[in-house]
């Protein structure tokens, strides 16, 4: 038996036991309700048969994606990672811990195309995919879970290193204001210019009223940097390189965030308003 952990924070649970049909969207009557705007009412479903877990996708506005591929019929196993839109699913098995193992993709492939979502190719039972997501979550998390797996307090720090070494970011930095004085809690990459901008600052200090996450995208000490705010969380910059993230992105990366920071044992930073 196979059990879905939501990569929220939360540790909420799901199991997916044989014979089970699980519906996965925000409709009062799905088994895993989520919450997010970008997930549909009726985004997928979940079954178990014979031994077999599948994931179909149920004409979703935003899309299923399996190990950072977008699919629409796969078989999944524990250590895959799913996206309902933006809201990340870990694959574990019944008690187990999230595995972080998932396997990427098979040699020679681009993370988008005809397949599985985890790099096996089986043209009489899979569909093509027509998935064009940007390159930042264009293939699978295993890096950034291999980097959480070590038995050390770095999330926050592995998951800047992760955004710049393997999605495409030139720079990356957590930061947040405590009064008047602003912390870089993580740093990698060309990113030193763009914190010593006194409009850095200002911009961490000044908060927003919305709490659902806001990319802002403006320029510091002349790069192109994306701001990404949300609600208890601190201020994640990205300097802009070869991809630059869309609104779903945003949320997932807010989300990874939420994450480092529980397994950091940080508590939430402080109201922003």
């Known amino acids: 038996m196979l059990e879905l952990v939501l990569l929220d924070g939360s540790d909420r649970r799901v199991a997916l036991a044989e014979g089970a049909e699980l519906t996965v969207g925000t409709a009062s009557g799905c088994a895993l309700r989520l919450t997010a705007p970008d997930v549909s009412r009726a985004h997928a479903l979940l079954t178990c048969q014979r031994g077999r877990a599948i994931v179909l996708d149920l004409g979703s506005t935003n899309g299923t994606f399996l190990n950072g591929r977008r699919v629409k019929e796969a078989e999944i196993t524990a250590g895959d990672l799913l996206r309902f839109s933006s809201i990340m699913v870990q694959v574990a098995p019944a008690g187990g811990e999230p595995t972080g ?35 930042l979550f264009a293939d699978t998390f295993s890096a950034l879970f291999a980097r959480w797996g070590a038995a050390r307090q770095a999330a926050q720090a592995d998951l800047v290193a992760w955004l710049v070494e393997s999605r495409g970011a030139r720079g990356a930095a957590v930061i947040e204001a405590f009064g008047h004085e602003i912390a870089v809690v993580a740093a990698h990459g060309e990113v030193r210019g763009v914190l010593e901008d006194p409009a850095c600052a200002a911009l961490v200090r000044g908060g927003r009223g919305d709490d659902s996450p806001q990319g802002i995208h403006l320029t510091l000490a002349g790069e192109r940097v994306v701001a990404l705010s949300a609600s208890g969380l601190p201020w994640l910059l990205l300097v802009a390189g070869p991809a630059t993230p869309d609104v779903g992105e945003l949320s997932a990366l807010a989300r990874l965030l939420a994450v480092a920071r529980r397994l950091d044992g940080t508590p939430p930073a402080p109201g922003r308003r």
Do not use: H, K
């Open 101 to 135: 193992d998932e396997p990427g993709p098979a040699q020679g492939e681009t993370g988008v195309g005809v397949g599985d979502g985890r790099g096996s190719r089986d043209p009489g039972s899979r569909s093509p995919t027509s998935d064009q997501m940007p390159a």
